[in-house]
């Protein structure tokens, strides 16, 4: 285990406690000896975390320390990887670049051990698909997306027949070998899809749409019957 990955258990196990908690305790449930744990102890209280108690009394952390900036666990570190490894093949272009300048930044600041696991790690993503075109007009979906606008586009359907709608885009699908947007349409007044690669132009609206994208999303999962997590169902 890392030195790293031993000090967040140990920050997690004192969390536990509200009343002090033995060192034979703490060393026992972060899997160390007790010398070790005493100065792991030492490095948290240089770092900033109050913990009260001494040798022989024990141990608790007052409430309010947060971690040092970027200190993950082991799998953490795995998922960010795995994660920003897939973004950089198999989204458009910006996201890539950002995916790549993510785990740059992340290794620019973090603890030698987890800077090596970050550089080493063994997550691959397998080669997929060629992805149908598109990338042009992904950052733009993505903004107006984040800005809740409207856009107008030019869409190719499957058959070939060219239409113009402006739409309310509040999510991006990123399937194996497409992209597609997901919209209300103000044509067809009902949830649509919109493959990327058929989008021939876009222009963004100065107005933003009349419903909240949240509201949207939520709607467009009933519709689909897409099971809501908690915090939409409140």
């Not at 022989?56 to 970027?70: E, I, T």
């Not at 550089?119 to 903004?143: F, N, T, V, Y």
Request: glycine content about 6%.
């Amino acid at each position: 285990m890392s030195r790293a990955q031993r000090l967040l258990d140990l920050i997690q196990v004192l969390r536990r406690h509200r009343h002090p908690v033995s060192g034979t305790t703490l060393a026992e449930a972060t899997g160390v000896s007790l010398r070790t744990l005493y100065r792991d102890i030492e490095t948290l209280k240089a770092e900033g975390a109050h913990i009260d108690g001494e040798a022989g009394v024990g141990y608790v952390l007052r409430p309010g320390f947060m971690l040092p900036p970027l200190m993950f666990s082991e799998e953490e570190i795995e998922a960010l990887v795995l994660g920003s490894r897939w973004v950089h093949q198999r989204a458009d272009r910006e996201l890539a670049n950002a995916a790549a300048n993510v785990l740059a930044k992340i290794g620019a600041v973090l603890p030698k051990d987890l800077r090596e696991a970050l550089d080493d790690s063994g997550m691959l993503i397998a080669p997929g698909e060629p992805i149908a075109a598109g990338d042009a007009q992904l950052p733009k979906i993505r903004q107006a997306i984040r800005t809740e606008r409207k856009i107008g586009i030019s869409y190719r359907d499957k058959d070939g027949a060219a239409t113009k709608r402006t739409i309310w885009p509040f999510a991006v699908g990123f399937f194996e070998r497409a992209r597609v947007v997901v919209a209300w349409c103000e044509m067809r007044d009902s949830f649509r899809h919109f493959r990327t690669d058929r989008i021939l132009a876009l222009t963004m609206a100065d107005n933003r749409y009349p419903r909240r994208r949240l509201a949207l999303m939520k709607e467009w999962r009933e519709v689909q019957g897409i099971a809501l997590d908690k915090k939409e169902r409140t």
